[in-house]
């Protein structure tokens, strides 16, 4: 190899030399700074999607602690329930409470939908000849959250 390199002369062995500098370079680029650069890029492209995955379950977190919080309230709600509670005797209650029970042309009960753990139920009553102010008292007095009870629909 000597032999050869000191047979070359001075321009073919500058053309040689940097002949091999450009494929040293080429080489190095091939083989380490192209794979380090796409390395880089892929490390911050991870970064950044789990920063974005821990922002939504950063948000998801506060809506379950949300959730949590109000199932509880419900669960509080249904044990302080006397046992062995009916609406549709709960509304004849607060129907003969507001003085109106005289004016519920009937009561019936809905078909139940499950929600979760629990079961909804539904009635639906019809009133006949009401004043404004018999119409507000009853529906005051339904309405309570302390027994989850709520007006879902009304139609007059």
Do not use: H
Not at 25 to 45: K, T
Not at 123 to 136: C, F, I, N, S
């Amino acid at each position: 190899m000597k032999r050869f390199w000191d047979q070359l002369t001075r321009r073919q062995k500058t053309t040689v030399a940097l002949g091999l500098a450009v494929t040293v370079a080429a080489l190095f680029a091939q083989f380490v700074l192209i794979p380090y650069l796409e390395a880089r890029q892929q490390v911050r492209s991870a970064i950044a999607a789990n920063q974005k995955a821990l922002r939504e379950m950063t948000l998801l977190t506060a809506e379950y602690d949300i959730l949590r919080r109000r199932s509880e309230m419900i669960q509080r709600a249904i044990a302080r329930r006397p046992p062995g509670f009916a609406l549709l005797s709960y509304l004849d209650k607060r129907a003969a409470d507001a003085a109106v029970k005289g004016n519920v042309r009937s009561m019936t009960a809905l078909k139940s939908a499950p929600v979760g753990d629990y079961e909804e139920t539904a009635v639906e009553m019809k009133l006949d000849k009401l004043t404004m102010k018999q119409l507000t008292d009853f529906l005051y007095l339904v309405e309570s959250p302390e027994e989850m009870i709520r007006i879902r629909r009304a139609s007059l």
